[in-house]
């Protein structure tokens, strides 16, 4: 696979650990409040503020529950609130001793100690000496110190420790939080806003998951993580399903969207992200034609396919096709424009050039697309040259497809080329064209129109779509 344009791996993180550099934006899309214990530690806080003095809890909860999660993002739901943390490999007296005051609400995460084998019993007793001495001093005021476990074993531990050290100033009256997480009727929403959040946009349908199967899924997982390991195994194992029915090949399926009244607001509302990814969601909802019907009785086969042929839909503007076309025509093509009274005189670099800054070549010279900066509307001589090119396509679009073949050559984005190349076994089905780069093939499929629509270019999509996952016998 090129080394310029990689594909989107996938990313289903089920521990908060690997979400804390995802920023705050995407932790508010992705993390639900636990309002229960929110509560519990709002009450607490006021307690703290009028002792004029820190605090010490313990919370409880099996490992996996997102303990992690609420102790990270309690600022996101009770204002003013920050956290920090205390990792594994630091001294906790230490730490606790070198941080300042403060006059905001603050909570202090002691990590990675959440089991009785995880801390010594010398290290646990001079741990609470120093939480003890901190929550009392100036610098620890307003403030929660908080030790997470998955044990019944150290929580025993540490509230026996504490009410011998520290007794009731350090202890509460309820010093131990039994926390489950967030509840289970918030898992498959969870799931969607996470992945989505740190996939492109991508929904679990797009991934081959059906709602009714996520929520299956929440019902057998234990904790919000396991069932998010679970729906990272469910999604691994359907996309693999699917490249065992590929075997032979692995293609990259993209769809170039060519019409006279240069579609690409489109063509955006049926994509997502920077890759300009196929959005099988918005796909589904654009069109009420018959090919919904039949994807729609197997809405995750056609999300695993949207994915792993990573479909991409693509605006190619028709001053750049007709330029193309001019300088890569084939005898024949030319032929044909000249009897239609167009134009054969092109200039290649200018083809080139305006291909490479199209949105397919951005992503082939491994690029990113930015905001879409439309220009401005084709002169009246353009639209009419153009009208006459996709006459042409109406009866014989192979030209127009070996002269795009043609320019992506030059361009120095493919190797070689072929048109109409079959893929499959018992059902065929011909690729308009296909681009070798290295051991890299993706197939490209032309829609030439005189004039399109959002509805019309999601029926064409979805219509490859289907006949790719009947070739490779994912659909029938």
Same mark, same amino acid.
């Given at each position: 696979?090129?080394?310029?344009?990689?594909?989107?791996?996938?990313?289903?993180?089920?521990?908060?650990?690997?979400?804390?550099?995802?920023?705050?934006?995407?932790?508010?899309?992705?993390?639900?409040?636990?309002?229960?214990?929110?509560?519990?530690?709002?009450?607490?806080?006021?307690?703290?503020?009028?002792?004029?003095?820190?605090?010490?809890?313990?919370?409880?909860?099996?490992?996996?529950?997102?303990?992690?999660?609420?102790?990270?993002?309690?600022?996101?739901?009770?204002?003013?609130?920050?956290?920090?943390?205390?990792?594994?490999?630091?001294?906790?007296?230490?730490?606790?001793?070198?941080?300042?005051?403060?006059?905001?609400?603050?909570?202090?995460?002691?990590?990675?100690?959440?089991?009785?084998?995880?801390?010594?019993?010398?290290?646990?007793?001079?741990?609470?000496?120093?939480?003890?001495?901190?929550?009392?001093?100036?610098?620890?005021?307003?403030?929660?110190?908080?030790?997470?476990?998955?044990?019944?074993?150290?929580?025993?531990?540490?509230?026996?420790?504490?009410?011998?050290?520290?007794?009731?100033?350090?202890?509460?009256?309820?010093?131990?939080?039994?926390?489950?997480?967030?509840?289970?009727?918030?898992?498959?929403?969870?799931?969607?806003?996470?992945? /989505? @959040? *740190?996939?492109? !946009? +991508?929904?679990?349908? %797009?991934?081959?998951?059906?709602?009714?199967? #996520? =929520?299956?899924?929440?019902?057998?997982?234990?904790?919000?993580?396991?069932?998010?390991?679970?729906?990272?195994?469910?999604?691994?194992?359907?996309?693999?399903?699917?490249?065992?029915?590929?075997?032979?090949?692995?293609?990259?399926?993209?769809?170039?969207?060519?019409?006279?009244?240069?579609?690409?607001?489109?063509? /955006? @509302? *049926?994509?997502? !992200? +920077?890759?300009?990814? %196929?959005?099988?969601?918005?796909?589904?909802? #654009? =069109?009420?034609?018959?090919?919904?019907?039949?994807?729609?009785?197997?809405?995750?086969?056609?999300?695993?396919?949207?994915?792993?042929?990573?479909?991409?839909?693509?605006?190619?503007?028709?001053?750049?096709?007709?330029?193309?076309?001019?300088?890569?025509?084939?005898?024949?093509?030319?032929?044909?424009?000249?009897?239609?009274?167009?134009?054969?005189?092109?200039?290649?670099?200018?083809?080139?050039?305006?291909?490479?800054?199209?949105?397919?070549?951005?992503?082939?010279?491994?690029?990113?697309?930015?905001?879409?900066?439309?220009?401005?509307?084709?002169?009246?001589?353009?639209?009419?040259?153009?009208?006459?090119?996709?006459?042409?396509?109406?009866?014989?679009?192979?030209?127009?497809?070996?002269?795009?073949?043609?320019?992506?050559?030059?361009?120095?984005?493919?190797?070689?080329?072929?048109?109409?190349?079959?893929?499959?076994?018992?059902?065929?089905?011909?690729?308009?064209?296909?681009?070798?780069?290295?051991?890299?093939?993706?197939?490209?499929?032309?829609?030439?129109?005189?004039?399109?629509?959002?509805?019309?270019?999601?029926?064409?999509?979805?219509?490859?779509?289907?006949?790719?996952?009947?070739?490779?016998?994912?659909?029938?």
């Amino acid at each position: 696979m090129s080394d310029l344009v990689e594909r989107e791996d996938l990313y289903v993180p089920d521990r908060f650990e690997q979400l804390r550099d995802a920023g705050e934006g995407t932790l508010q899309s992705v993390v639900v409040p636990v309002e229960e214990t929110l509560a519990q530690f709002s009450e607490r806080f006021a307690d703290l503020r009028a002792a004029r003095r820190g605090g010490f809890w313990i919370i409880r909860g099996e490992a996996g529950s997102g303990k992690s999660t609420f102790l990270d993002t309690v600022g996101i739901f009770r204002a003013g609130v920050s956290t920090v943390r205390i990792p594994l490999d630091a001294d906790i007296p230490s730490e606790l001793q070198a941080l300042p005051p403060t006059s905001n609400a603050r909570v202090i995460v002691i990590e990675g100690r959440e089991a009785l084998t995880d801390v010594s019993e010398s290290a646990l007793e001079a741990s609470l000496h120093g939480i003890n001495g901190f929550v009392r001093a100036a610098n620890g005021q307003n403030t929660l110190v908080v030790w997470p476990t998955n044990t019944d074993e150290l929580t025993e531990a540490l509230v026996g420790l504490g009410t011998r050290l520290g007794g009731a100033a350090l202890m509460s009256g309820m010093p131990v939080v039994r926390f489950s997480g967030p509840p289970k009727s918030d898992y498959v929403r969870i799931a969607a806003n996470t992945i /989505a @959040a *740190l996939n492109e !946009g +991508a929904s679990l349908t %797009a991934l081959g998951l059906t709602e009714d199967a #996520a =929520t299956d899924l929440a019902a057998q997982a234990p904790t919000v993580g396991d069932y998010m390991g679970s729906i990272r195994a469910a999604l691994l194992q359907n996309g693999a399903a699917v490249r065992r029915l590929m075997a032979t090949e692995q293609p990259r399926v993209w769809t170039v969207v060519v019409a006279g009244n240069d579609p690409e607001g489109d063509v /955006a @509302a *049926l994509t997502r !992200g +920077a890759l300009s990814a %196929a959005d099988i969601d918005r796909l589904l909802t #654009a =069109t009420n034609a018959n090919v919904v019907n039949d994807i729609r009785a197997q809405p995750d086969t056609i999300g695993i396919l949207g994915t792993v042929l990573d479909a991409k839909i693509f605006h190619l503007e028709i001053l750049a096709a007709l330029e193309i076309a001019r300088s890569f025509a084939s005898a024949d093509l030319k032929t044909r424009m000249t009897g239609l009274g167009m134009s054969t005189r092109g200039n290649k670099r200018d083809a080139v050039d305006r291909l490479r800054s199209s949105a397919i070549g951005v992503i082939l010279g491994g690029g990113q697309l930015g905001p879409r900066r439309r220009g401005g509307r084709a002169g009246t001589n353009t639209q009419s040259a153009y009208a006459s090119l996709a006459s042409i396509a109406q009866t014989n679009d192979g030209l127009l497809n070996r002269a795009v073949g043609e320019a992506f050559v030059a361009a120095g984005m493919a190797d070689s080329y072929e048109v109409e190349v079959e893929i499959g076994t018992d059902f065929r089905f011909k690729s308009d064209v296909l681009l070798h780069r290295g051991s890299e093939r993706i197939r490209l499929e032309m829609m030439w129109r005189t004039e399109t629509r959002q509805a019309t270019i999601a029926n064409y999509v979805l219509g490859k779509l289907r006949n790719y996952a009947k070739a490779i016998g994912l659909m029938h």
